[in-house]
């Protein structure tokens, strides 16, 4: 015997009666499933249900695929970084001022101490993910990974001297390699394969707003406070604490099936052969692209070069960061809606045409305009990315695959950035930002020669 109960676009108690049902359509369960007990696994089967009606409705989907159908768990995901990264960027960008001039370390232990904390994150990042597949659980991590972070910002207002801020920003990047994986896959198991773009966008998107808000607290807290770099970092502390306190109270994680299951850890060969080549071509594109992406210092030497005042270099990546954010959410919801491929192939184009107009500037404005063309970019790749490596790992890899993307992927970016600063002092800036566009070529021709990867959209064939 079977009854037909709604699918909800959210959840609701299902006492919606016959209009609802014609609306959303039913779906035959039989009888001793509608009584279940309360728990974690209804939220699972709501996201599969979803899934489902989109695949079943294009028209619904057309409509429905939209900010209001992104799981609350990502909102909340991206409520948390954009508190974190108000916390982190009000502290680090007065960080190398505050270490020349209030402790007197020199430039080279500024590099030193940079170094060792980015490099930290990198290796963090693979065992994290790893771990968060090993015992089936990502929030703990995440929650672990915030927490860290949270903990090392009053050590910075309470500094002496440089062993404590090295000390500090250690466990404060070893906190960012440990969340950023099982975040990332957390954001794709609580999505519908459908809505994955649009899930990774709002993310990165609301990451991104709070990397450009938390510099400008730092100048216009600085201004008010005569300033007092001490009071302003103790200011920090504030959204530290606001974004644990969402992790415990907002994200919310699904059940796992068979979660009592003994599982093999990943990092090992019996289960790094289930990525596939797929994956490693696409971890392949995307270092050449980190390649052709160095570090965004450069755009600052760039407004210098041209004669922009000192006082505003730090404007062209707050205009960057805006584009980036504007961009990242709806770049995102276009590729649940057309080839992801396609939308990769215009989004290393936009990064050519950035390296071109920076290569060719010699006003200001013309800085400005390449930094907001390559945040463009930025903002068209790099939650697609992410959403394309969900569609071509496993589902219990996920973490795994996130850790390997990110930790190769910030190799190449170190490299190429340590190369653009070779080019910028030997041949000039015109020659950096050619070799950028060089390898976005590259990378260009790459993703037109291999054959569309998994994940290609909602049209799609998605891995859950």
Do not use: C
């Amino acid at each position: 015997m079977t009854v037909k109960i709604p699918v909800p676009w959210k959840r609701t108690v299902l006492t919606s009666g016959r209009q609802r049902a014609q609306k959303w359509g039913a779906m035959p369960l039989p009888i001793h499933n509608v009584r279940r007990k309360p728990g974690l696994e209804p939220r699972r089967n709501a996201a599969a249900a979803i899934s489902e009606e989109l695949r079943e409705s294009p028209q619904l989907a057309t409509e429905k695929i939209g900010l209001g159908a992104v799981p609350r768990a990502v909102v909340a995901l991206g409520m948390v970084s954009f508190f974190m990264d108000i916390s982190s960027e009000i502290i680090h960008s007065l960080l190398p001022a505050f270490l020349v001039t209030a402790l007197g370390v020199s430039a080279l232990s500024v590099g030193v101490i940079e170094g060792i904390a980015e490099a930290t994150a990198s290796i963090s990042k693979v065992l994290s993910g790893a771990i968060s597949d090993w015992i089936g659980k990502r929030k703990p991590l995440v929650l672990l990974g915030y927490g860290l972070a949270a903990l090392t910002k009053p050590l910075f207002p309470l500094a002496g001297n440089a062993g404590v801020v090295l000390l500090a920003r250690f466990v404060d990047r070893i906190g960012k390699g440990i969340r950023g994986a099982p975040r990332d896959a957390l954001v794709a198991d609580v999505t519908p394969p459908e809505l994955r773009g649009s899930a990774f966008g709002l993310r990165q998107s609301m990451d991104t707003v709070g990397a450009f808000v938390g510099p400008l607290l730092a100048m216009l807290l600085m201004a008010a406070s005569s300033d007092n770099f001490r009071l302003v970092f103790w200011v920090a502390v504030i959204p530290a604490a606001a974004a644990v306190l969402v992790v415990i109270y907002g994200v919310q994680e699904p059940a796992v099936p068979h979660g009592d299951e003994r599982r093999r850890f990943p990092i090992q060969r019996a289960e790094l052969v289930q990525l596939n080549t797929e994956f490693w071509w696409l971890v392949g594109v995307a270092t050449i692209l980190t390649l052709a992406r160095f570090s965004e210092a450069f755009l600052l030497l760039a407004a210098e070069r041209a004669g922009m005042a000192l006082a505003l270099i730090p404007g062209v990546l707050v205009t960057m960061n805006i584009v980036y954010a504007a961009s990242a959410y709806p770049f995102g919801r276009r590729s649940d809606r057309m080839s992801r491929r396609t939308l990769l192939l215009i989004g290393v184009g936009i990064l050519i045409a950035a390296d071109i107009v920076l290569a060719t500037a010699g006003t200001v404005w013309q800085v400005v305009m390449g930094a907001a063309i390559w945040g463009l970019h930025m903002g068209a790749t790099q939650g697609l990315l992410s959403a394309l490596v969900v569609g071509t790992a496993p589902a219990h890899l996920r973490g795994t695959a996130f850790g390997f993307y990110s930790l190769i992927t910030g190799a190449a970016l170190l490299a190429a950035s340590v190369v653009a600063g070779w080019l910028w002092t030997a041949f000039g800036p015109a020659a950096t930002f050619m070799a950028g566009a060089l390898f976005a070529g590259l990378a260009l021709i790459g993703i037109v020669l291999r054959a569309s990867p998994e994940g290609e959209g909602a049209s799609a064939s998605n891995r859950n």
